[in-house]
């Protein structure tokens, strides 16, 4: 905090706070914030026009006109705007936060109704609307798989770009590449689902199978990895950049090539920043629902084949259940969610874990 | 993450003159008989640069990974352009003015104005909705809470961003659709009067519903970014102005919120381009109807992402390009909003750079 707090400076005491003599006594506060509900709620039921969620909501704007008229009176005007801007946001805090809790809590109350062995265990093949099994194990392969596939094409090539755009790229061409690293990063997931649909479903899988399109979870990594390649470089290029430029003058020193420098040096000292990103970046692909939709098709069975036919995965999953009539579907759906969600809040948490114990810091 | 803009952008570590003179001096050590150069010098016994080394070869490598993300992004623009033509040629309406979509029919009627209307309408909504409540959690984050409880705050925030889309659309259509039904009811009743509330109804699955999820999911992305900048404001322009005699609120008018400005205006377009993209929470939670209309409440709304999402499944060939080609506007407009946004961070950069 830049302030200087009274107990720095003993004596000197002289903040905005203070300096003023007359203070809106807490008393005054309460009385205001009593007045206004009260009010509100005599409006709100004397005219019928609504439920307690009126009486809050009108109650809390009415306190907070009372408090700058009262804090006006006693403070002054700077003084009562300051008061209701920071009222203001603290008010806009508690409105965020209700619906996030409610996020949460709705997830885990949900989601551990169908939390046992047999979700992870069973597929949705042969599940019909009267059942009540099913599981999402073919979905969790699919996730894993097609993660996994995504995480090999985009680390190599996220990492290597990152490289020359921090040790080689020079001039208009590497300012252009970075810049348009920053633009990929905000192409919608559908766009890069899309894309892959009619350039490798549409274009290229058919010259594998006898000239018929095909779903595939490779076609989904490919989605993914598109998605997932902006983010490393930006990582990446972060890392590599916090790099300290002695090491590398170092290792020249002492002859060593420039990609013996980068690969032997440069990279393992940036090792963990570059991990972190690569984990956030599986945690964001995992959760992708519509790029999978697009190009895998989704699939009630077990598929291990990743380049042969319809796959499933976490969120498609969640999405499919959600937009089943099945009255057991609800269930289904909340704790994939839920399961989707403990893996996606995981691989971030270790993330940030690892970000905190890596050495090279801003 | 990534969006900070980090002052030693523009200063490359390790430095260009350095590395290319040493990396073509570093050599095994090749015996001096084999250059044909007159010596310069005290490098004379050094090697001639090979014609093709690991050098080169890594180089080489890394430059196309590079250029592997244009190579992406323009390659996205072809395949859906070529995928889109077709369909559009046997499009039998105009696809920019109307509303409806049938390109699955034997007389391919499809348009984009009501789902590219309902796309910018539910991100603008959703924008006006989150941007003040957001900037007010940075603030309180950044500048009113006290460091124990605003690191713990900003952590979970950080972890509310990874958390997937899907889930945000099933707990809108399962969990938040009853109040805002209720509300909109509550709405309807006592200000149908104004256009934005009107109709008769059936409401719940309306453009409200969608755009507050929107806004809920674009929360955590515009707290996260406008917190980093609100921090980075110079401690001495905020004594200063405290200094001055400015109470708080003034101090962050006057100090923080000029400061942090570009930044705030760049994290929006990234939260504006990040709801204009968003699919699945919409394709849960909007009505699915194709007209233009700035009602709010009654049941309907549609967006782009979201048609794909839902229509994908019953296309054929000419749907598929016709869902290919709304794709494709859907890939300009965030394009330009991103462009947008990233030129606004560039600038700043610089700006940022040369003040130093």
């Not at chain 1, 013996?260 to 970046?281: D, E, F, N, W, Y």
């Not at chain 1, 069975?301 to 042969?308: E, G, K, L, Q, R």
């Amino acid at each position: 905090m830049s302030t200087m707090t009274q107990s720095d400076l003993p004596g000197v005491g002289m903040t905005p706070g203070n300096i003023r003599s007359k203070k809106l006594p807490l008393a005054m506060n309460l009385a205001v914030a009593v007045v206004a509900f009260g009010l509100a709620a005599a409006i709100v039921y004397g005219f019928g026009i609504g439920n307690w969620v009126l009486v809050v909501v009108l109650g809390w704007v009415l306190y907070l006109v009372g408090l700058l008229i009262a804090a006006s009176r006693v403070e002054g005007r700077r003084a009562a705007r300051n008061r209701a801007w920071r009222s203001l946001i603290y008010s806009a805090c508690i409105l965020a936060i209700l619906p996030l809790a409610s996020v949460v809590w709705t997830l885990i109350s949900k989601g551990v109704q169908r939390l046992d062995g047999d979700f992870f265990n069973s597929s949705m093949n042969n599940i019909g609307a009267r059942d009540p099994g099913g599981g999402a194990y073919h979905a969790i392969i699919g996730t894993i798989q097609q993660v996994g596939i995504a995480t090999i094409i985009a680390v190599p090539l996220g990492v290597l770009g990152a490289i020359y755009l921090v040790e080689y790229g020079r001039g208009r061409f590497a300012n252009t590449v970075r810049f348009f690293v920053d633009v990929m990063t905000g192409i919608p997931s559908i766009v890069a689902g899309l894309f892959i649909l009619s350039f490798w479903v549409l274009i290229v899988s058919p010259w594998f199978n006898n000239g018929e399109p095909r779903f595939s979870g490779f076609a989904a990594a490919l989605a993914l990895s598109v998605l997932m390649l902006p983010t490393i470089v930006r990582s990446t290029e972060e890392m590599l950049r916090l790099v300290p430029g002695p090491l590398r003058e170092g290792a020249y020193a002492l002859g060593v090539p420039q990609w013996k420098t980068i690969l032997k040096i440069v990279v393992p000292t940036a090792l963990p920043g570059i991990v972190t990103g690569v984990m956030l970046a599986i945690a964001r692909a995992a959760g992708e629902t519509a790029p999978v939709l697009l190009v895998a098709g989704g699939a009630a069975a077990i598929n291990f084949d990743p380049f042969n036919g319809n796959q499933s995965s976490l969120a498609l999953f969640v999405y499919q259940q959600a937009g089943d009539a099945s009255k057991y579907a609800p269930a289904r759906a909340w704790t994939a969610a839920l399961t989707l969600v403990a893996i996606v809040l995981i691989l971030t948490i270790a993330a940030k874990m690892l970000a905190r114990r890596n050495s090279l810091t801003r | 993450m990534g969006d900070n803009p980090s002052g030693s952008t523009n200063a490359p570590a390790g430095g260009p003159g350095v590395t290319g003179r040493h990396a073509r001096a570093a050599g095994n050590g090749v015996s001096p008989s084999s250059y044909d150069e007159p010596p310069i010098g005290g490098g004379g016994a050094l090697p001639k640069k090979a014609r093709f080394s690991m050098e080169t070869g890594f180089r080489g490598l890394s430059t196309s990974a590079g250029a592997m993300v244009l190579v992406i992004i323009v390659a996205i623009a072809i395949f859906l352009i070529a995928k889109a033509v077709p369909a559009l040629r046997a499009n039998t309406v105009n696809f920019f003015s109307y509303e409806q979509w049938f390109p699955n029919d034997a007389q391919p009627k499809f348009g984009i104005a009501a789902i590219a209307f309902g796309t910018v309408l539910s991100s603008v909504i959703a924008l006006i909705v989150a941007v003040p409540i957001a900037l007010g959690i940075a603030l309180f984050l950044s500048h009113y809470a006290p460091k124990r409880l605003a690191n713990p705050l900003g952590f979970s925030i950080d972890l509310l961003a990874a958390v997937p889309s899907v889930v945000f659309g099933l707990w809108g259509r399962d969990v938040f659709a009853q109040p805002v039904q209720d509300f909109s009811i509550w709405l309807n009743k006592y200000f149908s009067w104004i256009p934005l509330f009107g109709g008769d109804g059936p409401f719940g699955r309306s453009i409200m519903l969608g755009s507050l999820v929107l806004a809920i999911m674009v929360l955590p992305i515009i707290i996260s970014l406008s917190r980093e900048v609100f921090q980075q404001t110079p401690t001495a322009n905020e004594e200063a102005a405290l200094a001055l005699g400015a109470t708080k609120w003034e101090m962050i008018r006057t100090a923080v919120l000029p400061y942090g400005k570009p930044g705030v205006i760049a994290a929006v377009m990234l939260g504006l381009g990040r709801a204009l993209g968003e699919t699945i929470a919409l394709a849960m939670t909007l009505g699915t109807v194709f007209n233009i209309s700035f009602n709010l409440i009654q049941t309907g709304g549609n967006s782009i992402a979201a048609n794909i999402a839902n229509t994908f499944g019953e296309a054929n060939d000419t749907g598929r390009g016709a869902l290919i080609a709304s794709g494709l506007v859907l890939f300009a407009i965030t394009l330009v909003v991103n462009m947008a946004a990233r030129a606004i961070i560039y600038r700043r950069r610089e700006f940022r750079d040369a003040a130093a």
